[in-house]
């Protein structure tokens, strides 16, 4: 399962815009993506209300994960990975604000 943990850098968390932003970005990459953090069950990433109804504020961390069997037939896990590492590094730049 190709998992990565990122440091949200919204100064607003991924609420609004960049909620929008980053499940818009979790869609084009056609990934099952699940985000989640500490205290809560992971949720659809794909998903703009789950994302912004879970409370992902600026500084904490979040997990983001794609279960191996639910990996469109198109996709290897490398390049599953490399989706991940992306929108990884979306949340860490903080472009998604």
């Given at each position: 399962?190709?998992?990565?943990?990122?440091?949200?850098?919204?100064?607003?968390?991924?609420?609004?815009?960049?909620?929008?932003?980053?499940?818009?970005?979790?869609?084009?990459?056609?990934?099952?993506?699940?985000?989640?953090?500490?205290?809560i069950?992971?949720?659809?990433a794909?998903?703009?209300?789950?994302?912004?109804?879970?409370?992902?504020?600026?500084?904490?961390?979040?997990?983001?994960?794609?279960?191996?069997?639910?990996?469109?037939?198109?996709?290897?896990?490398?390049?599953?990975?490399?989706a991940?590492?992306?929108?990884?590094?979306?949340?860490?730049?903080?472009?998604?604000?």
């Open positions: 399962m190709p998992v990565r943990k990122a440091i949200v850098q919204s100064p607003i968390g991924l609420h609004a815009r960049p909620a929008a932003v980053f499940v818009r970005a979790v869609t084009e990459s056609g990934l099952p993506v699940r985000i989640g953090k500490e205290g069950l992971p949720v659809d794909r998903s703009l209300l789950e994302v912004m109804t879970a409370d992902f504020y600026c500084g904490c961390e979040v997990e983001l994960s794609v279960e191996a069997e639910a990996l469109p037939a198109r996709y290897s896990l490398e390049s599953a990975e490399a991940l590492e992306g929108l990884t590094l979306l949340l860490e730049s903080g472009a998604a604000a």
